[in-house]
């Protein structure tokens, strides 16, 4: 159980253009699901939290109008880069909590590159 | 800001040998720690939450022990296996009403175990 998906895995863009990343609560429902960032040897960094039915929160730095978040169903939020550059090229990952958030379930990852 | 430091970065070792790394944490407001397994391309896997001094879990040749006075965590392999060659990662939770969730994770311990 606890399986979260995200899709794609793996994607190339040219640089201006939006990428929509999507990340699924397989079996379970998912009340809060969180975006992460990773760049080469470094942690991985909370981006946004997604509550289902209302806005995301966003940490500090991280640019609410360029990392867009929608959560619309407690099985799916989707996080879109809008008019990627270079410096968005990076590993994003999601995760998921259903009810206490003790646990975190977390999807594959997406490895996006942006030319 | 919630500092949670590992070490080793990486660790090579031999099939059949025993292992440990550390996690560090602020030992002030502590929670709860969690540890992950992420294997290469797949998702991050929870292996245990740890929330009391003292604390010691196990699943199966891989255990944890916890202390939140002094502010660590070690997680142990017993008779390392190529399987086990992963990425060790902690986390923290950070306290407060708005951070409830939120995980501030370590850099990693990349472990490899050669046959």
């Given at each position: 159980g606890a399986v979260v998906s995200q899709h794609p895995s793996r994607v190339i863009c040219k640089s201006g253009t939006s990428v929509k990343i999507e990340c699924r609560s397989l079996d379970f429902q998912a009340t809060t699901m969180f975006w992460y960032r990773q760049f080469p040897k470094q942690s991985l960094m909370l981006m946004a939290t997604s509550n289902e039915g209302s806005k995301a929160t966003y940490e500090q730095g991280v640019e609410k109008d360029k990392f867009l978040i929608n959560h619309?169903?407690?099985t799916l939020s989707t996080l879109t880069v809008t008019s990627?550059?270079?410096?968005?090229?990076s590993f994003y990952i999601c995760s998921a909590a259903g009810g206490h958030t003790d646990t975190q379930y977390f999807g594959p990852g997406t490895r996006l590159t942006v030319l | 800001i919630l500092n949670v430091e590992q070490s080793p970065q990486s660790l090579h070792v031999q099939e059949g040998d025993s292992t440990n790394f550390t996690c560090s944490f602020p030992s002030s407001n502590f929670y709860a720690l969690h540890w992950y397994r992420w294997e290469t391309a797949k998702s991050p896997e929870a292996l245990f939450v740890m929330t009391l001094n003292g604390d010691e879990k196990k699943k199966g040749r891989i255990s944890a022990t916890l202390n939140t006075k002094e502010g660590y965590s070690y997680l142990y392999i017993k008779g390392?296996?190529?399987?086990?060659s992963a990425t060790y990662l902690c986390a923290s939770p950070r306290l407060g009403r708005t951070s409830y969730g939120k995980l501030t994770f370590g850099q990693g311990t990349i472990l490899t175990v050669h046959p």
């Open positions: 619309a169903s407690l990627a550059h270079p410096e968005d090229s | 390392s296996q190529p399987e086990d």
